[in-house]
């Protein structure tokens, strides 16, 4: 039996949607994470770090298109923690629908998948080399149900223009560790931050699956959002809150 999605698909509706979110995050400043809680763009890590010291904690609305073999849109929630300037860690529980017991059919968010991640930075970003960064997200689950089990490597560097902005390039690779995994291939983009406006990113990828375009805001300077949309067909939206300790 087929699960159906959460949300009615409306592709008029979700395009209008889509639409509004990405005109009101243009006007706003901002700072970008993955849907899955590390840093980067929208669903491609990069080679960026928060400061050390930093929490951050937020929950994601994800879209059945990024998801391995499902079809439903879920949620998960996050709390990652920057240890060092060349650290990340990040804890996640993402909800999956099932059927409610052996004896009940009922079918709903009744799992959820424990999830982790793990990112090194190796290599600083210096004037003419990138920076590198080294991850991996649930690399003890070889035979689990994680959706998101692989090892990854990826380079950025940023080229900032005079009058224009600054471009970011990431590019990288990411291994899944089982099969039914949603990273597993080349994967990269680009981020654009205006001069203008040097806090607002907009931002284009592939994830290894598909392409993603959408926009990342920082508000009241500890809330983050980003919402974006894998080709059209649905939106990706998170929120997260971010508190630095200095130490």
């Not at 970003?125 to 070889?142: I, L, T």
Request: aromatic share 16%.
């Amino acid at each position: 039996m087929k699960i159906r999605g959460v949300l009615y698909h409306n592709k008029g509706f979700e395009e209008f949607i889509i639409s509004i979110l990405l005109i009101v995050f243009a006007l706003i400043p901002c700072q970008a994470q993955t849907v899955i809680g590390t840093n980067g763009m929208m669903n491609v890590a990069t080679a960026d770090m928060r400061p050390a010291g930093t929490f951050d904690g937020g929950a994601s609305f994800i879209q059945r298109e990024l998801l391995y073999e499902k079809d439903y849109n879920t949620f998960l929630y996050y709390i990652s923690f920057t240890p060092f300037s060349w650290m990340e860690i990040t804890l996640r529980e993402t909800f999956l629908k099932t059927q409610k017991s052996e004896t009940d059919p009922k079918v709903g968010f009744y799992q959820q998948d424990r999830s982790t991640s793990v990112r090194l930075r190796p290599l600083k970003e210096g004037k003419y080399w990138p920076a590198v960064v080294v991850g991996s997200n649930d690399f003890y689950s070889s035979h689990g149900r994680s959706q998101y089990a692989c090892v990854y490597g990826v380079a950025s560097k940023h080229f900032p223009i005079d009058n224009i902005g600054t471009f970011e390039a990431t590019v990288g690779y990411a291994h899944h560790l089982k099969e039914g995994t949603t990273y597993d291939g080349v994967m990269g983009g680009l981020t654009f931050a205006p001069t203008f406006f040097p806090d607002l990113r907009v931002m284009g990828e592939y994830d290894t699956e598909g392409y993603n375009v959408g926009l990342s805001a920082f508000l009241l300077r500890h809330l983050n959002v980003t919402c974006f949309t894998r080709e059209f067909k649905g939106f990706n939206a998170t929120i997260s809150y971010q508190y630095t300790i200095k130490y």
